[in-house]
């Protein structure tokens, strides 16, 4: 069973922008915690941005100031907004969820490619 349902990935030129959305099952109750992970072909999954219950976020120093998390909690979706996409943000994400049990849940991703 799926639990977490990602879109919005494609393909884009450099510049651009992107938005992906996260869509959890309603089966996952007390999202405490949600995010977006990356990984590049021949690296390791490392964290995008990520958003508490209450709002707080969290930003890789790479996607500062052109990624925006937001989130709705009585939807339990989570989005991502990608501007000035570089080549170098290409990759896989994965949207991550933890419950209040500690228990995290994981996406199957979407493919981001930046390129002209």
């Known amino acids: 069973q799926v639990q977490l349902v990602e879109s919005g990935g494609g393909l884009v030129q450099p510049g651009g922008s992107l938005k992906l959305s996260c869509a959890a099952a309603e089966t996952i109750n007390d999202i405490v915690f949600m995010g977006w992970y990356r990984q590049a072909p021949g690296k390791q999954r490392d964290l995008a941005a990520t958003?508490?219950?209450?709002?707080?976020?969290n930003y890789a120093d790479s996607v500062k100031g052109r990624f925006t998390i937001s989130r709705d909690n009585a939807k339990n979706t989570v989005a991502l907004q990608m501007n000035s996409l570089k080549p170098e943000d290409t990759a896989v994400y994965y949207c991550?969820?933890?419950?209040?049990?500690?228990?995290?849940?994981w996406g199957r991703g979407t493919q981001v490619t930046v390129s002209s």
């Open positions: 991550y969820a933890k419950i209040i049990s500690g228990r995290g849940y």
């Open positions: 958003i508490t219950r209450g709002g707080v976020t």
